[in-house]
């Protein structure tokens, strides 16, 4: 139908126009129709001789209609033909379950599950005919210490804020966040953007240290270790954090545009105001895994002994078998490694590098876990999880594969009010989460929205807290690979210590490698990351 009329829009809309001047010649009273038609022309004509839309040349002004609807598609999709179960990255289900918690409503569910249990990947957990209380206060008592071997280590909740910058995150956000962490006695994870003004709201932090070491840095891009010893000090600052590399865009550094760089950006990430804010893909202050753990070293003396880790997806087998060396040859270890997965999310990614690189949060956690107790040292540090965590069932599986805590990014930002219209790199979130711009900020409101992440974290922990509890346990540490099950085909289920390799303390260093490690190990060499 289209096709049949698109050669008659503009002679019909230029007749239009021609007849009602005349009419409006003999009676004034219809003015108000050229008002409309006379820019309507003007833009058929110019869709019409324009050169750079084919589809605007051949359907001049029904054209339009085409790119309006062209970005509408994800929220028409989102409201309008997505099922409950099936939206992406989050389905409809997750999103209500969140917004319901971060408003303290009730996020109970009716006439049964509309999950397909007999498809291969349905997974449950195995529940307790003896199942415990819950605790009373379990986001205060379901705890973890880290870095017990500092000086100053840290009492961490079992589930925090993952990783998300100012800049990233519009300062409206951050200042609720870390209200909210106050509030509820969790942690905030900084970012590679630096500690901001916004930071400082009386939460604890998680300082994060990454490849453009913002904040922390020289005029020329290097680490600084006066600015980063003064930064550390800070009372609130609990843990350090070395970004290798996040799960959403590994090996991938960034640019923030210098048309974004504020004056509050600028000082924050210690960068000039108005350049553009480059992100460096690898570090400069390391190069090799000895380096990596001598750079845990300094960082711990310079900020008087606090707790210091490093996040990463992980990649190459190989690399992680060269840090764990490392670890052996020097008796170095970090007092948390932050494991992130593939499927976690960031503002903006190549779309290779989101779909195709890095490993799932499952294998990668399972691995670094299991590496850590091949080398006899997983009883020295923590592992933290991040990489789509949002419900007491998604945190209890990364428990049983080796987590201790876990980082949530993206739902304490649908605690905030997102929407996940995915505009995050565009500056023009629509609820003022992801965006710098001062008029769409306004809609965050801080008071309202501190609550709101602060009721997210302790119903979701108490939603972890029950289902601990109906397996007969009293805390996330107690679940084991035998909690979980999961359905391989129609007729055959498995339990996950059937499923997965676990190893046993200090198996690797004694030489008792499995086969599907033994090139990776013996490839590994602690003093480079490349192969031998």
């Known amino acids: 139908m289209i ?27 219809f003015g108000w129709v050229l008002a409309v038609l006379v820019p309507l022309a003007v833009l058929g004509v110019h869709d019409h001789v324009q050169t750079r839309h084919s589809i605007l040349r051949n359907y001049p002004i029904l054209g339009h209609l085409r790119f309006l609807l062209e970005d509408m598609g994800p929220e028409l999709h989102q409201y309008m033909v997505e099922s409950n179960t099936d939206g992406a990255p989050f389905d409809r289900d997750h999103r209500s379950l969140m917004y319901e918690r971060a408003k303290n409503v009730e996020d109970t569910k009716p006439f049964g599950t509309e999950l397909k249990v007999y498809e291969p990947g349905y997974a449950w957990l195995t529940q307790s005919i003896a199942p415990r209380p819950v605790p009373e206060r379990p986001s205060e008592t379901l705890r973890v210490l880290v870095g017990a071997e500092r000086a100053h280590p840290y009492d961490a909740s079992i589930l925090n804020i993952s990783a998300m910058s100012f800049g990233a995150l519009s300062a409206n956000a951050i200042i609720a966040l870390n209200r909210g962490a106050k509030r509820g006695g969790f942690a905030h994870d900084t970012g590679e953007g630096g500690y901001s003004r916004h930071h400082k709201q009386g939460g604890d932090i998680i300082y994060q240290v990454g490849t453009g070491y913002f904040g922390c840095r020289t005029k020329d891009g290097h680490f600084d270790a006066a600015t980063f010893r003064e930064t550390a000090s800070d009372s609130h600052v609990k843990m350090i954090e070395i970004k290798i590399s996040q799960g959403a865009k590994p090996g991938h550094g960034g640019i923030l545009p210098g048309t974004k760089v504020t004056e509050e950006i600028a000082a924050a990430r210690g960068v000039a105001p108005g350049v553009d804010c480059m992100s460096p893909t690898g570090h400069s202050a390391f190069s090799t895994p000895l380096e990596l753990l001598d750079f845990v070293v300094q960082l711990r003396e310079l900020s008087g002994d606090k707790p210091v880790g490093m996040k990463l997806c992980v990649g190459s ?96 930002m649908f605690s905030l009010g997102c929407i996940q219209s995915q505009r995050c790199h565009t500056n023009t979130c629509p609820v003022g989460v992801a965006t710098q711009d001062a ?45 979980i099950m999961l359905r391989i085909n129609e007729f055959e289920i498995r339990s996950l210590d059937r499923l997965h390799t676990f190893f046993e303390p200090g198996q690797l260093v004694e030489g008792n490698v499995p086969n599907f490690l033994k090139d990776a190990w013996a490839a590994a060499r602690p003093d480079r990351f490349g192969p031998a």
């Not at 049949?4 to 230029?14: E, M, N």
């Not at 503002?347 to 799932?360: K, L, Q, R, S």
């Not at 992440?453 to 679940?479: I, K, M, W």
Request: proline share 4%; charged share 20%; glycine share 12%.
């Open 317 to 412: 087998v190989r690399e992680l078998m060269a840090i764990a060396k490392a670890m052996v040859e020097t008796g170095i270890v970090p007092d948390f490694i932050t494991v992130d997965g593939a499927e976690g999310g960031t503002g903006a990614a190549p779309v290779e590098f989101t779909n195709h690189m890095g490993m799932p949060l499952r294998e990668g956690l399972l691995l670094v876990h299991n590496t850590l107790v091949g080398i006899g040292v997983r009883d020295r540090l923590r592992i933290a999880a991040s990489g789509k965590r949002v419900t007491g069932f998604d945190l209890s599986v990364a428990f049983v594969l080796g987590a201790d805590w876990c980082n949530v990014a993206r739902g304490f």
């Open 439 to 483: 008029g769409l900020q306004r809609a965050l409101v801080v008071e309202d929205k501190e609550m709101r992440a602060y009721q997210f974290h302790r119903n979701t922990v108490r939603a972890l807290a029950e289902v601990v509890a109906a397996c007969g346990l009293d805390h996330p540490s107690e679940l084991t690979p035998a909690h």
């Open 3 to 29: 096709h049949r009329i698109r050669g008659y829009v503009l002679p019909i809309l230029l007749l239009a126009v021609l007849g009602f001047a005349g009419l409006c010649a003999v009676d004034g009273r």
